[in-house]
């Protein structure tokens, strides 16, 4: 395992001085980011921004007290919010999962629209880009989720492989409060299946997940701060340790040429909003295969990659 020194040099950092810069986005670092799939940004978001989404996240955070199952509803009838049902209670909320925040708060959705980290998802795969998903993942402090190894792609395969995950940092994340383990290089490997015995888990299978999380690195930083991961990194996440709370929202952008193959499992009304660059119609593809993942009937992927164990 690396330790916290370690990581500043294996990991490609792009400071706010830099992303200040216009030739910011030098070859070396596109370079780095094609051999390892991911980038640490620092100041994806402005302090101010960042206190407006902990306000209304902590709102939401004290309503699920008065909840014992997941509630709410996004546009598809599924729960909005999940909670970890063995540890969530009125005293110890565990709210594991916001769907779609940007549809129900003009911060998130602001910030989907605009933030630093987006500028940065252009200059690496296209001018044109659009909004795919968007959700928060929290780990509550005693709420001991955990995300197993697997390939956002899987769960939203499009005509080409140009899809983003951008993963904004809520709080500082450290190597003890569950940080996102990511595995350098996996997105030019290949896809793993997510099917075992005839069911998607979400989640690669546990052979692959013991060969390759060896290598993973993880990604920490300061609150602000994101994390841009190609949609083909293998990447999961061990619980949160700590006395405090490991929050972030995440985004998924595409490249506006990459036409999706299957319905959007987090569905929401922005799908498909240009937030760089313009419309063109063209569609783009790459030769891959993939066998379609399922549509979700939970709440989240977290009852998906639960519905089995020893996947
Ligand atoms: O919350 C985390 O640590 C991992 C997030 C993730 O992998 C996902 O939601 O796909």
Known sequence: MIDESDFFTICSRVTFQESLEADMLNAKLKQRFQEDGYVMLEQAIDPNTLEALLAKLDQWVDDSRAECEPYGQTIDGRPRFDIQPETHSADNPALRRVA???EIDDNFLAVARDNRALDLT???FSPNIKLYASKINLKLPGSKTTVK????????PHTNMDMMTVLIFLDDVTLENGPLNVVPGSHKGELYSHWHDGVFT??????VEEETKERAVPCIGKAGDACLMHSCV???SASNLTDDPRRLFILTYVAEDAAPLVPNPIPHKYDGEIVRGKFTGNVRSEPFSLKLPEHPKTASFFGQQEAVTGA
């Open 100 to 102: 779609s925040p940007i």
């Open 122 to 124: 252009a200059e690496l």
């Open 149 to 156: 190894y697997h390939q956002d792609f899987n769960f939203d």
């Open 202 to 207: 979400g989640a690669v299978s546990k052979e």
């Open 234 to 236: 293998l990447h999961g």
